[in-house]
């Protein structure tokens, strides 16, 4: 099972999907363009442990995680 | 099993042991817990040793190489830090939403990590204190 993690004020709300049903991968699509859209930063992790900052859709992600704009404090 | 379930001592002791039981499982699913579990889970295995040690971990910004160190905290709680570890500068930047500390401190991790200056373009800078690491004022 893929995973999306959506950083929230009750931690994180996760979606899980199952990456080889395509109609689940257009709806996982679907959501990252809508909180890329909104502003969220999406990032996944390489095997290495290596962090990367995302900016289109990757269906072969085991987990995509995303967190709000940044302000200043 | 019946004989138990008549006696009133055993009774407050099993009420007693799922009452206790009930604690640890709201601790363990706070945001405060949950938001710790993400960032440890994403934190690279020296970030991790650091911070279960000394409660603050540090990053390389990806675009300067300057080194940062990110304390516990939701805020005033990045800096950047010279050679020996010394603080120069603070910089006080954070997700949108009231997010907890775990969450806050990831996303300044992977900020740093991967747009360094897009983070600081939007980050205030304040004049670093020594202070203990678990310690942080708002901004």
């Known amino acids: ?73 | 099993m019946f004989l138990f379930r008549r006696s009133p001592v055993a009774a407050r002791l099993r009420l007693r042991a799922l009452r206790g039981l009930s604690r640890i499982f709201s601790s363990e699913n706070s945001s405060e817990a949950r938001g710790l579990r993400l960032l440890r889970s994403w934190l690279t295995s020296e970030q991790r040793a650091q911070f279960d040690a000394k409660r603050y971990f540090d990053v390389i910004g990806c675009d300067s190489r300057k080194r940062y160190r990110i304390h516990y905290g939701a805020m005033t709680n990045v800096h950047e830090i010279d050679a020996a570890g010394r603080p120069k500068v603070g910089w006080c930047f954070m997700p949108v939403g009231h997010l907890v500390a775990g969450d806050t401190m990831l996303a300044q991790k992977i900020a740093l990590e991967t747009n360094e200056f897009g983070a600081l373009a939007v980050a205030n800078s304040f004049p670093p204190k020594e202070m203990p690491p678990n310690i942080y004022v708002p901004c």
């Open chain 1, 1 to 73: 099972m893929a995973t999306q993690i959506v950083m929230d004020h009750t931690g994180d709300t996760r979606h899980y999907f199952d990456a080889k049903d395509a109609q689940a991968l257009a709806k996982a699509e679907e959501q990252f363009k809508k909180l890329t859209g909104d502003g969220f930063t999406a990032a996944v992790r390489t095997s290495a442990g290596e962090v990367t900052r995302i900016r289109t859709f990757d269906p072969t992600a085991e987990e995509t995680l995303f967190f709000p704009r940044l302000v200043g404090g």
